[in-house]
């Protein structure tokens, strides 16, 4: 597998094989692009479960979802963590995977843009679901459209043979459009 690089990345999306929407080549790095904080978010109210037993899976309104205004923005709190969406729906053929890392600029503020879904399968589609978290002692305030993370591409040696989205797999998240809850064990 090797890490795709500038020009590898804009020909693949100028020819529809990679899907990036909306398209911004000036966001283009050496071998990632950027992407941006879209205004969709779930946050958790902590008080409705006395825990997240993994045998049961998430009770239910764990989350609720809520939309920001791009001149409000959305405050996480020290020591919060939320869900948070790309404002990106991307589309990864079945010969390509992704990694999506949060800015190293951000990371040195304190906030963490994922957790543990870093990777994206080939055969994705839909906008990229973030695991917020303010590890500061401060609020941080983040503003739709914000540049949050770089996405990163990786050519396999062949095309997957049951790609996500495929009707075997029970692909949870494909086609989401808005930060998605778990849907552990559903």
């Given at each position: 597998?090797?890490?795709?690089?500038?020009?590898?990345?804009?020909?693949?999306?100028?020819?529809?094989?990679?899907?990036?929407?909306?398209?911004?080549?000036?966001?283009?790095?050496?071998?990632?692009?950027?992407?941006?904080?879209?205004d969709?978010?779930?946050v958790?109210?902590?008080?409705?479960?006395?825990?997240?037993d993994?045998?049961?899976?998430?009770?239910?309104?764990?989350?609720?979802?809520?939309?920001?205004?791009?001149?409000?923005g959305?405050?996480?709190?020290?020591g919060?963590?939320?869900?948070?969406?790309?404002?990106?729906?991307?589309?990864l053929?079945?010969?390509?995977?992704?990694?999506?890392?949060?800015?190293?600029?951000?990371?040195?503020?304190?906030?963490?843009?994922?957790?543990?879904?870093?990777?994206?399968?080939?055969?994705?589609?839909?906008?990229?679901?973030?695991?917020?978290?303010?590890?500061?002692?401060?609020?941080?305030?983040l503003?739709?459209?914000?540049?949050?993370?770089?996405?990163?591409?990786?050519?396999?040696?062949?095309?997957?043979?049951?790609?996500?989205?495929?009707?075997?797999?029970?692909?949870?998240?494909?086609?989401?459009?808005a930060?998605?809850?778990?849907?552990?064990?559903?």
């Amino acid at each position: 597998m090797s890490v795709l690089s500038d020009g590898t990345i804009r020909r693949p999306v100028e020819e529809g094989r990679i899907v990036i929407k909306p398209w911004d080549p000036s966001l283009v790095q050496p071998a990632s692009v950027d992407l941006r904080l879209g205004d969709s978010f779930r946050v958790f109210h902590n008080h409705r479960a006395s825990a997240i037993d993994l045998r049961q899976g998430p009770p239910e309104g764990l989350t609720e979802g809520i939309t920001v205004d791009p001149q409000d923005g959305f405050v996480i709190h020290p020591g919060e963590f939320c869900l948070g969406r790309t404002e990106e729906w991307i589309e990864l053929p079945d010969d390509v995977v992704a990694r999506i890392e949060g800015k190293s600029s951000l990371g040195r503020l304190g906030l963490i843009v994922h957790a543990t879904a870093g990777f994206i399968d080939p055969g994705w589609k839909g906008t990229l679901t973030l695991e917020l978290n303010n590890l500061t002692r401060v609020p941080i305030k983040l503003y739709p459209g914000l540049l949050i993370a770089q996405l990163s591409f990786m050519a396999l040696d062949k095309a997957a043979e049951r790609p996500y989205g495929s009707e075997a797999l029970g692909s949870h998240y494909q086609g989401q459009v808005a930060a998605t809850e778990s849907r552990y064990m559903r």
